[in-house]
């Protein structure tokens, strides 16, 4: 079956600290990888996306993950944390032939303190 | 200008009763999805339609139905409604399969049964 696993359910960080928030999925060919972020109360929001070409990509406001094809991961990096990224993240994972269905992960909490 | 809007916002009724929420985009998208959000924050799909077709049907209780008036709208009527459909439900759209297929989130509907 397929599925997206977030390691790390809640996550606390001082401002300025870096985060890697760990996202793996099972095999199923080819597939669309992105983050959304979902801030208190607001709808989700695209941070990054991968679809084919460089393995590291950039998203907005620092992000970036790093698509590791051997490993099925794509884990989401920031150098240095904000307390305005306090906020839910979601990896999510569109496998080729479903229609462009998104397979969303448990979600990370992200709390960043001053 | 909203791009995937839904109305209402929050939605508290009885149990027993039936509800719709709506949903429009305004981005020309071909394809349209509900999707659930539960208490523990995990996004998992309910329906897809694309031109007003349903191409996608998850395990989903037949309570739950959707209509597709135009490409442009995918309403949610939920009949005898349960405890357990309280929940935050997302609309979301997305270009056509092939084209970059990343799925824009309306700002979601709080359902609240009591």
């Known amino acids: 079956a397929q599925s997206v696993s977030q390691h790390n359910h809640h996550v606390i960080l001082s401002e300025a600290a870096s985060l890697e928030l760990g996202c793996n999925y099972s095999y199923g060919g080819t597939v669309n990888l992105f983050w959304y972020v979902q801030y208190p109360g607001q709808h989700l929001q695209l941070l990054l996306k991968y679809f084919s070409g460089d393995p590291l990509v950039k998203g907005i406001k620092g992000f970036e993950a790093e698509f590791i094809k051997s490993k099925f991961s794509f884990n989401l990096r920031k150098p240095s944390v904000q307390w305005s990224d306090t906020a839910e993240y979601f990896c999510?994972?569109?496998?080729?032939?479903?229609?462009?269905?998104?397979?969303f992960g448990t979600g990370t909490r992200l709390q960043v303190t001053l | 200008d909203t791009a995937v809007s839904q109305t209402p916002k929050y939605l508290v009724t009885q149990m027993g009763n039936d509800k719709s929420i709506k949903c429009e985009q305004n981005?020309?998208?071909?394809?349209m999805y509900w999707y659930k959000q539960d208490s523990k924050k995990f996004l998992k799909i309910m329906f897809s339609y694309n031109n007003k077709e349903l191409i996608i049907n998850e395990t989903v209780p037949n309570r739950f139905s959707p209509k597709s008036p135009d490409k442009a709208h995918l309403n949610l009527h939920i009949n005898s409604l349960e405890l357990g459909d309280s929940a935050v439900y997302f609309c979301?759209?997305?270009?056509?399969?092939?084209?970059?297929?990343?799925?824009?989130f309306g700002q979601g509907t709080r359902l609240t049964v009591v």
């Open positions: 981005l020309g998208h071909d394809t």
């Open positions: 979301a759209s997305s270009p056509p399969t092939g084209a970059f297929t990343e799925a824009f």
């Open positions: 999510a994972v569109q496998y080729t032939g479903t229609a462009s269905k998104l397979t």
